[in-house]
């Protein structure tokens, strides 16, 4: 068997999980490709046709509660399936609240009504790339858990178990609301500049835009913003001289990707940083890590916070 993971990646973190569940299907004999697209394979249909998998996935980081709309155009454009090939959605995010849920709506509706199957969908937190950055611990237990339940993932959609998440008026309403966020990106784009005395004009800015939003000014060789932005922050953390500016979301701007290989390989850092001693905001963390650990035990895998 074949499959597909259609996925767009701001920061990275919505790639690696995806290449972690990749992983873990290809040991279930189900060859996959990870395809990441973009606003120019989308507009140009530079992407591997659905035709040619038995499986086909689409990943995404959620934003404001929703989809980012170049995702729900990427799945509005895919082909019908012919064949009624199974479909799976996987979402990533920083917090793990229901009002998430809806994220997926429409993907899951268009999908159905082109002839999909979608069987599965799972919600994976990663360290957030705006408001403020993760300790260290917290993305090492989220980069853990998310590694380790790609196996249950992958087992999942191979057996083609059904699991979708349920939607409540609430978080309905609440992603409906949050819909704006779609109007304020290429309004709050506007607003990045690159700060002349950190600014080397080396371009990596407008080469790694996924929106090619960024443009490099003839006049002083410096990027431009322009009206195309879907605050997705790659501009923001990958600029190795911290040079970007976010308009009025630079007070929350998180700059520098996280080092998951340092995190990773550095004994010193806990993976278990929320657990039920954790105070404050993150002990509302502990509903989505404990869910996992129940599945962990059914399938005989141990939870990656035991292991700390």
């Not at 040991?27 to 990441?36: A, G, L, M, P, Y």
């Not at 090619?212 to 000014?217: A, D, F, L, P, V």
Request: proline share 5%; net charge positive; with cysteine.
């Amino acid at each position: 068997m074949k499959a597909v993971i259609y996925c767009f990646s701001g920061t990275g973190n919505t790639r690696i999980v995806s290449d972690m569940v990749a992983r873990e299907l290809g040991k279930k004999n189900i060859e996959t490709d990870v395809f990441s697209f973009d606003y120019k394979s989308y507009s140009n249909t530079e992407y591997p046709s659905p035709s040619d998998y038995d499986i086909v996935g689409i990943a995404y980081p959620i934003y404001g509660f929703n989809a980012p709309y170049l995702v729900n155009r990427f799945v509005k454009k895919l082909c019908a399936s012919k064949t009624g090939q199974r479909a799976f959605v996987i979402k990533t995010s920083g917090e793990p609240f229901k009002m998430n849920n809806p994220s997926s709506s429409y993907i899951k509706r268009t999908l159905s009504k082109k002839g999909y199957n979608v069987t599965y969908e799972k919600h994976f937190l990663m360290p957030y790339n705006i408001m403020f950055r993760y300790p260290d611990a917290l993305a090492k237990q989220m980069y853990c858990y998310a590694d380790s339940y790609s196996t249950i993932s992958a087992a999942k959609i191979a057996e083609g178990e059904k699991q979708l998440y349920k939607v409540g008026p609430f978080s309905a309403f609440a992603s409906f609301i949050c819909k704006l966020v779609w109007i304020g990106g290429p309004i709050i784009g506007l607003t990045y500049k690159a700060k002349k005395s950190k600014c080397t004009k080396c371009g990596l800015c407008a080469k790694n835009c996924p929106m090619g939003n960024i443009s490099m000014t003839k006049k002083d060789g410096r990027p431009k913003f322009n009206g195309h932005c879907m605050i997705c922050m790659r501009c923001v953390m990958k600029c190795p001289f911290d040079a970007i500016n976010a308009g009025i979301l630079n007070p929350w701007k998180v700059n520098g990707s996280y080092k998951f290989d340092e995190i990773l390989s550095n004994e010193s850092i806990t993976s278990n940083f929320v657990n039920s001693n954790t105070k404050g905001y993150f002990k509302n963390f502990n509903v989505y890590f404990d869910s996992m650990d129940r599945d962990f035990e059914s399938y005989g895998i141990k939870a990656p916070r035991s292991l700390s």
